[in-house]
């Protein structure tokens, strides 16, 4: 079935850092593909997105980009806040009309000032 | 509300016993969807709803499980007998187009702890 793997956490970083999160995926097809991020207190919400290959997500400076010949989509930021600090979930949902995310374990982010 | 409302956000019972959890989605948002995190893992799908109807209940682990939305607005997932490994936050969404945008709206969660 379908999956997605994301690199292990946790991850700290000082302000001002490059930040990599890894993430691959397997599926069939041409998967559509998600970073979701959750902050503390509050409920998962979607940071950026690409639904095909090539794609680039980005958002609040983050960025995503859709490679289907690695079957990765990792999330980039050049510069981290303190404000950044969350955990972030790589995400898809398969192509065909399914409605079901299939999400990674997630990856928690603390950045230091 | 302006989000998804869950409640309640924490539920502490007995093994054996009956439990219920409430969403309440974003007013006009005819997609409802649950999923099940546990302790150190992403969110798991339970069951999607389209207006009334549960359009796929795939996701749910076993028959002590089972969801409603009677209204096409406010859902309950019902738990039945409950087992310890039934613990986990379960997480409500709403979208008004389906997830494939991806604009899924999620609630806090409701924690329920199975003793």
């Known amino acids: 079935g379908d999956s997605v793997t994301q690199m292990e956490g946790p991850v700290t970083l000082s302000e001002e850092a490059f930040l990599t999160i890894n993430c691959t995926y397997t599926a069939t097809g041409y998967p559509s593909l998600f970073w979701y991020v959750q902050y503390p207190g509050e409920g998962l919400q979607l940071l950026l997105k690409?639904?095909?290959?090539?794609d680039k997500g980005s958002n609040k400076g983050f960025e995503a980009t859709y490679r289907k010949e690695t079957t990765s989509f990792h999330l980039e930021k050049g510069s981290v806040q303190v404000s950044d600090s969350a955990v972030y979930f790589c995400a898809l949902i398969s192509q065909g009309g399914s409605e079901k995310l299939v999400f990674g374990k997630g990856t928690k982010l603390t950045v230091n000032p | 509300g302006a989000g998804v409302s869950q409640t309640p956000s924490n539920k502490v019972t007995e093994k054996g016993k009956y439990v219920e959890l409430r969403c309440d989605p974003i007013?006009?948002?005819?997609?409802l969807y649950w999923y099940r995190q546990s302790l150190g893992q992403g969110p798991e799908f339970l069951i999607y709803f389209q207006g009334t109807g549960a359009a796929d209940d795939s996701g749910l682990p076993n028959d002590r499980f089972f969801a409603v939305r009677p209204e096409g607005s406010v859902s309950t997932l019902k738990i039945q007998r409950t087992e310890r490994g039934d613990s986990a936050v379960y997480l409500c969404?709403?979208?008004?187009?389906?997830?494939?945008?991806?604009?899924?709206?999620f609630g806090e969660g409701s924690r329920l702890t199975v003793l």
């Open positions: 969404a709403s979208s008004f187009t389906g997830s494939h945008t991806g604009e899924l709206f």
């Open positions: 690409a639904t095909k290959a090539d």
């Open positions: 007013s006009g948002h005819t997609a």
